[in-house]
């Protein structure tokens, strides 16, 4: 069974910008549909970003333009490069895996749609 840790997280000033790192340990991340999803202090999780194979991606309207998924199948880890931060980007950031094929419409943009969960990393953005 895959397990994933995130990495990256940190303090950087509005307009700044982040990396954010998911590893994968276990097996492969190469066949699996990645998502990144974060949950600021008193909110629900809400969905960022997700990545299927190379292209099948898909972005959160609040972030789109400015945040993006990749991955790099020979280091077994997905990115979110995250630029023009704004204050309401302060998260905890969690990387999340589906091991399986995914058949629904659309992207895989719900937590029911992913079985694997990291512990997260602290996102703060400062004024």
């Known amino acids: 069974q895959v397990q994933v840790v995130e990495s990256g997280g940190g303090l950087v000033q509005a307009g700044g910008s982040l990396r954010l790192s998911c590893a994968a340990s276990?097996?492969?991340?190469?066949?699996?549909?990645m998502g990144w999803f974060r949950q600021a202090q008193g909110k629900e999780r809400e969905f960022v970003a997700t990545?299927?194979?190379?292209?099948?991606?898909s972005y959160a309207d609040s972030v789109k333009g400015r945040f993006t998924i990749s991955r790099d199948n020979s280091k077994d880890t997905v990115y979110l490069q995250m630029n023009s931060l704004k204050l309401e980007d302060t998260a905890v950031y969690y990387c999340?895996?589906?091991?399986?094929?995914?058949?629904?419409?659309?992207?895989?943009?719900?937590?029911?749609?992913?079985?694997?969960w990291g512990q997260g990393t602290q996102v703060i953005v400062s004024s």
């Open positions: 276990g097996r492969t991340l190469r066949t699996y549909a």
């Open positions: 990545i299927r194979g190379r292209v099948l991606i």
């Open positions: 999340a895996a589906r091991s399986g094929p995914y058949t629904g419409v659309g992207h895989p943009v719900n937590e029911k749609d992913y079985s694997i």
